[in-house]
């Protein structure tokens, strides 16, 4: 009796409704993301935030993606509890055999509410979208030891085809990409075949790495002149370490949106070749030099970069 008891209380019958997403519900289905990478143990792969999901799903001219959301009716929400308990997001893909079809990144529902038929729902409401907008398919990826998530799907008449076709799923990450595409920059043969994508940072406005490069430029540009004309050295080489030092600090500036933590630390790095150059007794470029350092230490703290590198057109917008 008792657990007959618990077990209803636990399934207890909750009112909700499947609708579209809106703008205001960025910041919880970025809470809900960020659930599911918990889940998954890859909370480290996040870079995106609700307003880059706002900018993707609801302000481009041809959205990049579509969401449901699943909201408790009123009478069924907790004091101070979320309304919004679930979501499925899904982006057109193509396949080149059979036309158009759909992807379903995420279908996720808050641990306190699985069992309610709330991603059943989710579900239904997805795979009718696709009918209705004349997909050939529905195609989604499930970690090899989820479990629930497999027998889920499986249930539903999902075809594994790492199993019946053998189809494995690779991935380039950004750096690999930039790697690969970085020895034919400006190939005419490489044609630009998308537009750029806007940047993370609104336009008119500096990133905090920018910021950071700027002052470290001005901070060590007192120093090249020194550096040149110390212990007698020639025109020529005092010409060749302002070029290096020029060089290095406009390329950065203008691909720090691509580069991120080596972009901080190469000016850091051709601060100490030039120090190397440098007697002991100039204590005016070594303090430059600490300074620099401690802006660069400065700018990977605020911006919580972490190596190896990475781009920063990880949180672009695919042009799908």
Request: charge should be neutral; aromatic fraction near 10%.
């Amino acid at each position: 009796m008792c657990r007959a008891l618990y077990v209803q209380s636990v399934r207890r019958m909750v009112g909700y409704t499947v609708r579209a997403a809106e703008p205001g519900d960025c910041e919880d289905i970025m809470r809900m993301i960020k659930e599911l990478a918990e889940f998954e143990k890859l909370p480290d792969q996040v870079k995106t935030s609700a307003d880059v999901l706002r900018r993707d799903g609801f302000e481009e001219p041809s959205p990049l993606f579509k969401c449901l959301v699943a909201e408790l009716e009123e009478k069924d929400r907790e004091d101070g509890g979320p309304a919004i308990v679930g979501f499925a997001l899904s982006y057109f893909i193509y396949s080149t055999w059979k036309g158009r079809a759909l992807y379903l990144e995420d279908l996720y529902v808050m641990p306190a509410f699985r069992g309610k038929g709330i991603g059943s729902t989710l579900f239904v409401a997805v795979a009718k979208s696709c009918m209705d907008l004349g997909c050939c398919h529905l195609q989604l990826s499930c970690l090899d030891w989820n479990s629930p998530a497999i027998s889920f799907y499986m249930s539903r008449g999902a075809l594994n085809l790492s199993k019946e076709e053998g189809w494995r799923m690779f991935r380039f990450p950004p750096d690999v990409l930039y790697r690969t595409t970085k020895a034919r920059m400006g190939d005419p043969g490489v044609p630009q075949v998308f537009p750029k994508c806007s940047p993370s940072v609104p336009q008119g406005s500096h990133s905090p790495e920018k910021v950071y490069l700027i002052i470290m430029t001005v901070v060590c540009s007192p120093s090249v002149p020194q550096v040149a004309v110390h212990s007698g050295a020639s025109p020529a080489s005092s010409v060749r370490r302002l070029m290096i030092l020029g060089s290095a600090c406009v390329f950065l500036y203008w691909r720090l949106d691509a580069l991120d933590t080596l972009g901080l630390v190469v000016p850091l790095l051709v601060s100490l070749c030039l120090c190397e150059q440098q007697p002991v007794r100039d204590t005016g470029f070594m303090d430059r030099f600490v300074t620099t350092a401690v802006w660069c230490a400065g700018a990977i703290s605020a911006h919580g970069a972490r190596l190896p590198v990475k781009l920063k057109s990880a949180n672009s917008p695919s042009p799908w």
